[in-house]
Structure formats: C-alpha cells, structure tokens
C-alpha cells in the first residue's frame, strides 16, 4: 500500500510562481512511476506531467515550458515547479503513483493523493 500526500499548493495571481510537493510511503519508491494530474471544477481529470523511474519527464502541451516535475528517490517524494502561472490553471491537483509507466491514463495510477488546491486570479 502507499500513502501519498500534497502539500504547497495555494492562491496565486496570473504570473506567478507555486512549488507543489508529494511525498509517499512506501519502501519501493523507486519502483513507481509518477504524475500529477489536476481537475478544475465542471471538467475531468487530466493529467499535467509524468516522471519514470530513471526520471525522463513528459508534460501535456498546455504546461510544457511553464511546469517542471522531478522526483528524489532519497526523500520518496515527486514535486511540481510551476511557473508563469494562468487562471486556467486553477484546479486541484493530485498526485498519482503506479508501477505502469508511460500513460496519461488515469487507470494505470493504483495511488491517488487527497489533492491540493490551486487558484490562480488574473
């Protein structure tokens, strides 16, 4: 079983800069692929970036040079750099852990975080 929990997430206005972690328990974190997905209210969820296991990253095309993942394998834990921020980007984000990697899908996540809000104002 693993445990995975958001923090840092917060309201923001339009420009602006957030640091989203997630930290895990679990004793084969290396073994995980890892996301994080988001969901504004009236949509569904989608996901925002993926990390592999050796750390090669992929980004959905509407945060690709604005949002950074990357993982420590030491600390268990996947962050979100998010920078130049958008009100479209308000939603909640949730972090995701599985061992299959390299979907968008949220189907191939087994562990799912509580979610942290992110609000962004213009």
């Known amino acids: 079983q693993v445990q995975l929990v958001e923090s840092g997430g917060g309201s923001v206005q339009a420009g602006g800069s957030l640091r989203l972690s997630c930290a895990a328990s679990t004793y084969d974190y290396r073994t995980l692929c890892m996301a994080w997905f988001r969901q504004a209210p009236g949509k569904e969820r989608e996901g925002v970036a993926l990390i592999y296991r050796l750390s090669n990253t992929y980004y959905d095309a509407s945060v690709k040079g604005r949002f950074t993942i990357s993982r420590d394998n030491d600390k268990k834990t996947v962050s979100l750099q998010m920078n130049s921020l958008k009100p479209e980007d308000t939603a909640m984000y949730y972090c995701?852990?599985?061992?299959?990697?390299?979907?968008?899908?949220?189907?191939?996540?087994?562990?799912w975080g509580q979610g942290t809000q992110v609000t962004v104002s213009s």
């Open positions: 995701a852990a599985g061992t299959s990697c390299g979907s968008w899908s949220q189907s191939a996540y087994n562990y």
